[in-house]
T-cell receptor, first 113, second 111 residues
């Protein structure tokens, strides 16, 4: 158990809909990262937050957004969902703002039908 | 469990043998590298890391080798066990940038 929690574990929704994925980092970790993992891709970095502020952006679509709250939990919002958004979404956390050792959560499996 | 990839390179080894998983990284200026293990249905788990000023680092049953000349990273697992069966990812970082993950290699251990 990494100490990072993600909810929900599974999510099934229809195209065009909007969903919110939630992540609680390990106690004491200030950085949260979001990744997308689809069947034909490796782990694709989406976005990083550090202590409430956006730190870095990766291959995140404009339809996706995220935020980190004062209690350091984070939410990833996915809107206008398409079939191609079906994937595993992982959250990871680390102590500092650099991307050293990251601790990954169990992931949320999103299926868009 | 859930599949993380349909077309991953696969390494099949006999239980008790040593395994070597290879990774070619992309940026010659990358200064930090990590190996992650991902079991079916779980998130990636940190195994070992190495900085670019080193060429070898050892952990418990694992060794990472770094060859900067050819931008190559390898993970050696000694006395491979069935519990080592998983997908292994290498990741690289350049400066303050974020980690870039490789596609992964699936390790299958035969009893």
């Amino acid at each position: 158990d990494s100490g990072v929690t993600q909810t929900p574990k599974h999510l099934i929704t229809a195209t065009g809909q909007r969903v919110t994925l939630r992540c609680s980092p390990r106690s004491g970790d200030l950085s949260v990262y979001w990744y997308q993992q689809s069947l034909d891709q490796g782990l694709q970095f989406l976005i990083q937050y550090y202590n409430g502020e956006e730190r870095a952006k990766g291959n995140i679509l404009e339809r996706f957004s995220a935020q980190q709250f004062p209690d350091l939990h984070s939410e990833l919002n996915l809107s206008s969902l398409e079939l191609g958004d079906s994937a595993l979404y992982f959250c990871a956390s680390s102590v500092g703002g650099l991307t050293g050792e990251q601790y990954f959560g169990p992931g949320t499996r999103l299926t868009v039908t | 469990g859930e599949s993380v990839g349909l077309h991953l390179p696969t390494l099949s080894v006999q239980e008790g043998d040593n395994s070597i998983i290879n990774c070619a990284y992309s940026n010659s200026a990358s200064d930090y590298f990590i190996w992650y293990k991902q079991e079916s249905g779980k998130g990636p788990q940190f195994i070992i890391d190495i900085r670019s000023n080193m060429d070898k680092r050892q952990g418990q049953r694992v060794t990472v080798l770094l060859n900067k000349t050819v931008k190559h990273l390898s993970l050696q697992i000694a006395a491979t066990q069935p519990g080592d069966s998983a997908v292994y990812f290498c990741a690289e970082r350049f400066g303050q940038g974020n980690l870039i993950f490789g596609k992964g290699t699936k390790l299958s251990v035969k009893p």
